[in-house]
């Protein structure tokens, strides 16, 4: 067996004199059948032929998801035809007798919009408004959320075991690595559209940071509790409980960026009268700014010039074989050697990305303590993009042009830091690490795709957000329920072939809809878990 996913280099060497008998550099397809053939042209100078035999070819691995592609929108087809035919009148005049007329005219004539607050099980600082005179909220803030969590479920169930929809061994990107940042990105921008919310109805600060405090603390519980299933057998166990993990650290970085912005936000956001209006947005924030570049000094200090015993300073590699195997204990450098030394082994992450393809076998915890400053950066530019919506409120071409220089820059910066390559650069990007090339890269990603769906929902209406949107005002729940039910039918069911990436995306998919669907049904009874 060998691996399909890269292209590979086979090497014949001579057991005298360690010469290179002959080299083939191949691109493996999944499940074909292949012979190396090795033939001795001159036993005097060992010459040989190596050639590659295609026994039997690869499948087209590929296919399963364009079928699943044209099934979606085949439904996507179905339902867009189904709403056209309702704005006829006597379609519309047939199903008013077929079905009961009240619930019929709510079905057809609701809008997708906020939440009544005394709907909601508990208050979220999601945006309840981002204007003085409206309550109408944004909707392509829950429709990027809700897009966000959707393909997160969907790479944790597994991803059809395609490895573009698995996390990236170490440096690099795949679509697994996408969605997290994405997620801490719009918490940052519901955080500036929150509190200047809650400022304006007449909640006093302290009242705030009560608020805050409470929602950091139940969603740190609750990351502790789902990223140690074993509650379900008996009590935790604090010997093997792992501390770090995707909600903890939600919460560490919202409570540290939610009372950064309530320290400094103002009830009024109207325009910032100063030398630089163009900068009204960023200007009246600087101590802000400060607070993050010593962050951000912080850990390029930590990372580049801590001593890590039996490893090189700076160190940024995987450990394992990778560097030829030097430093097989050396997995994330500081990063991992922070973790080891202040949570201890057992509280991490056993079984890294690196170890599969780096064979490491250092715990390493993707979630872990040095990774979260980038995560409160990476919050702080959420932040911005939701101060940038607030300062220029009804002036949709001055917030997309916004959004689009903040994405320059951004990507600028991490061409800078990355020179453009995957494992050359200066900081190379990396999701293990949170390195802050890669924090400027989702951002830059970001800024663009929040540009898109604001523009498609929000401006020309041309999109209700559907059918994201209902997981992304439902984030809390959709997420702890998939993590608590994944392993139940109908999420999980036993498979016939265990290799099939058809079977999996099926399994995959239809867990995933599933999710989306009673997301649909609690919005429509009006249900929303938050915390």
């Known amino acids: 067996m060998v691996d399909t996913q890269h292209p590979l280099t086979l090497l014949l060497n001579s057991s005298v004199g360690d010469r290179d008998l002959c080299k083939i550099q191949y691109h493996f397809g999944e499940f074909g059948n292949y012979s190396l053939v090795v033939k001795t042209l001159s036993t005097s100078t060992q010459t040989v032929s190596c050639d590659l035999i ?46 009961n007329p009240r619930a019929t005219d709510r079905m057809i004539n609701s809008e997708l919009g906020s939440p009544n607050t005394t709907d909601s099980i508990n208050c979220d600082p999601t945006p309840q408004s981002w204007s003085t005179g409206s309550r109408q909220r944004l909707r392509s803030l829950d429709t ?46 519901s ?7 809650m400022l304006r109805w007449g909640s006093s600060k302290w009242k705030v940071l009560r608020k805050i405090l409470w929602r950091s603390f139940v969603l740190i519980l609750l ?5 140690n299933p074993n509650y379900c057998l008996g009590p935790l166990s604090w010997d093997n409980l792992r501390i770090p993990g995707v909600l903890q650290r939600l919460g560490f970085t919202y409570l540290v960026v939610a009372a950064l912005e309530l320290l400094f936000t103002r009830a009024d956001s109207g325009t910032w009268e100063g030398q630089f209006p163009a900068l009204q947005d960023v200007l009246p924030y600087w101590p802000q700014w400060i607070f993050i570049l010593v962050l951000e000094t912080i850990w390029l200090c930590l990372t580049f010039l801590l001593p890590v015993p039996d490893c090189p300073r700076g160190y940024l590699g995987p450990g394992g074989i990778g560097d030829f ?20 082994e057992k509280h991490m992450y056993q079984h890294p990305s690196s170890g599969v393809t780096y064979q490491s076998t250092m715990p390493y915890d993707p979630e872990g303590i040095l990774g979260t400053i980038n995560s409160i950066v990476m919050a702080f530019l959420g932040l911005q993009a939701g101060k940038i919506t607030l300062f220029y409120k009804d002036q949709p071409k001055q917030i997309m042009s916004r959004f689009i220089i903040w994405g320059v820059v ?21 999701k293990n690490l949170w390195s802050i090339s890669y924090v400027t890269t989702m951002s830059c990603f970001a800024f663009i795709l929040l540009l898109l769906i604001y523009y498609l929902v929000d401006v020309k209406k041309w999109w209700s957000g559907a059918p994201f949107l209902y997981p992304g005002m439902n984030s809390i729940l959709v997420y702890i329920g998939h993590q608590v039910f994944a392993n139940y039918f109908p999420f999980k069911w036993k498979m016939q072939d265990s290799q099939s990436h058809a079977e999996h995306l099926v399994q995959n998919l239809t867990a995933t809809t599933l999710w989306v669907v009673i997301s649909y049904i609690l919005y429509r009874r009006r249900i929303f878990w938050k915390i």
């Open 325 to 344: 195997g030097k430093y097989p204990n050396c997995t994330g450098g500081a990063a991992g050697y922070i973790d080891r030394l202040l949570l201890g």
């Open 410 to 430: 951004m990507g600028i910066i991490s061409a800078i830091l990355t020179k453009c390559s995957k494992e050359e650069g200066f900081i190379p990007i990396n």
């Open 191 to 197: 955080i500036a559209l929150a509190l200047g919310s």
């Open 223 to 227: 990351g502790i509790i789902v990223v």
């Open 54 to 99: 295609v026994n039997e070819g690869p499948v087209n691995s590929y296919l399963p998801i364009l079928f699943a592609f044209l099934v979606y929108m085949g439904i996507l087809a179905i339902l867009i035809a189904g709403r056209l035919l309702m704005k006829i009148d006597p379609v519309r005049n047939w199903v008013f007798k077929k079905l």
């Open 144 to 189: 990027f959320r809700g897009l966000s969590l959707v393909i997160m479920v969907f790479v944790n169930y597994g991803g059809g075991k395609y490895w573009f929809f698995k996390h990236e061994s170490w440096n690099g990107l795949t679509v697994a690595d996408l969605v997290f940042p994405w997620f801490v990105f719009i918490m940052g921008t």
